[in-house]
């Protein structure tokens, strides 16, 4: 347990892409860094979390799109069977059980029909906007971030 009495946070997530067929990509702006733009990510909940199921949750909290089973986009959620391992930034290892310096990111995508006004959770993120693709990798604080967003045309055909 952490210092705050939560669990640790288990170091395998999800990025979700969320774009529409036009390339144009949503990125959402970190409450904890003003300068940090990116897409959808969050951690499993528990360690037998099925990936599917944690991209559906984390674009639902931190966008309220909904993408789980049974609602309308849930087959545009389409796991790209792409993964990273990067190292986590020393600001937000905290989070994570001593000894935990990497994180397993798995790559999703979420095509919806067009431009959606999200609602963000206010402590997560503050602001979003919706940008060309190639822009919005130049926008992501994140180099995975950016990668995953210039393989969209790849993943839209």
């Not at 006004?117 to 919706?130: F, N």
């Amino acid at each position: 347990m952490t210092a705050s009495n939560r669990p640790w946070k288990i170091p395998e997530s999800v990025l979700v892409v969320i774009h529409t067929p036009a390339l144009e990509v949503l990125l959402i702006r970190r409450a904890d860094a003003d300068d940090f733009w990116q897409s959808v990510t969050g951690s499993k909940d528990l360690a037998d979390e099925p990936l599917a199921l944690t991209a559906a949750r984390e674009v639902a909290e931190e966008t309220g799109i909904q993408c789980g089973e049974g609602s309308p986009l849930a087959s545009q959620l389409v796991d790209w069977q792409l993964r990273n391992v990067y190292e986590i930034y020393p600001r937000w290892r905290s989070r994570y059980a001593p000894g935990v310096t990497h994180n397993t990111e798995h790559l999703f995508g979420l095509c919806v029909p067009e431009r959606l006004v999200p609602v963000l959770a206010p402590r997560e993120h503050t602001h979003w906007k919706w940008l060309p693709y190639r822009e919005a990798a130049d926008a992501c604080f994140s180099p995975s971030n950016a990668e995953a967003i210039l393989l969209l045309p790849e993943f839209v055909r």
